[in-house]
């Protein structure tokens, strides 16, 4: 990578904002202990699938460059409430292997300073405290390494450096084809967007006291919405059930993978306290087009009984894979909530799969 493609050396970074850090023994790190230090920014959180896909090159970059002079930080920024519980980044830490320095950004101080706009977005900083390279989403893995090891070699011209990782999924991969999905959806009456939750009801959102909602007929549910029926709670970022069993979700959807962000709780006093019913995890049952999954399509997170029904546990708030498609498609979503209290904030999707002849299809997309 030519140097010619960094940033010139105009925008200094700022200092970081209050909160507290873990994976380190200092109670706050300045810009100033980061002097002749290639420092990598990497803004997240750690319920959002860009940000998670992009956690195992970032790992993988501290443990090759940390002894070369590069610095990695993490700037957790949580897009839920639940996010701003320590003990819950601190689970996201041990279950995804993160050792490198990470800011809790409750009050996104160090968000706003940075002026950043989503998740995940990375800055390389060099030795002089100059703003470099800035990458916004997954992807771009390949240039920012070079771009890593260029601000490194300007730091020490000698540094012997190792050739650039290849791709650590297939989908990565130069020529892998990704598709247009059906946008992220929110639960919450207070969800992303101008519009708040994606519930498609015809009673839409009623906040002062739980409803109950009939299922409208599959003629009437389109992509882009989902469907709920039984008893249910609307919190500002959360739908959560409040009977004792058997509320569905039915969610119409185009994607290769389906992944939810579900809690045992949408109480965050419960869901701090660990202040569950039961010493058993709540479970939700997983069907796709009227069938439970098949191992060959079940997500990371699903798991089955002896009767073959497909499930997830919800043992704490945090994003769950339901659905693992192998290739892109339209497919309908069934949900059965078994347990009162359950709580989902929102699905996600994950289009990107190897090279097939469906590239040429219309809604193919490059690949970063």
Known sequence: MSDLLLEPRIVRMPEFGPGSWLNTNQTTISKSQLREHVVLLDFWDYTCINCIRTLPYLTRWHERYHDKGLIVIGVHAPEFKFGQI????????????????????????TWSRFANKAWPTKYLIDGQGY???????EGYYRETEEAIQVLLK??????????????????????AVCYRPTPEL????????????????PDGYQPQSPVFYDMPPGKERQEGQFYVSGVWQAWPEALAFAGQSGGQVVLPYRAATVNAVLSPSADMVEVALDLRPSATD?????????????????????EFA????????????????????????????????AAPGLALYAFTFTTCITPTPAANHPNAIRTK
């Not at 929110?186 to 009801?201: H, I, R």
């Open 86 to 109: 320590q003990t819950q980044l601190e689970a996201a830490l041990h279950e995804y292997q993160i050792t490198y320095p990470i800011l809790l950004d409750n009050n996104y101080e």
């Open 131 to 137: 703003i470099r390279f800035r990458r916004q989403g």
């Open 154 to 175: 300007q730091q020490s011209p000698d540094l012997a450096l190792p050739d650039v990782l290849p791709p650590l999924r297939e989908e990565d991969a130069p020529g």
């Open 186 to 201: 929110y639960a919450g009456y207070q969800g992303g967007g101008l519009f708040g939750g994606a519930l498609g009801n």
């Open 282 to 302: 709540p479970l939700i049952f997983v069907q796709q087009d009227g069938r439970f999954l098949t191992p060959h399509i079940a997500g990371a997170d699903v």
């Open 306 to 337: 002896a009767n073959g029904q497909s499930y997830v546990r919800v043992n704490r708030p945090r994003l769950y894979q339901l659905v693992r498609n192998p290739r892109y498609a339209a497919h309908d979503l069934t949900l059965t909530f």
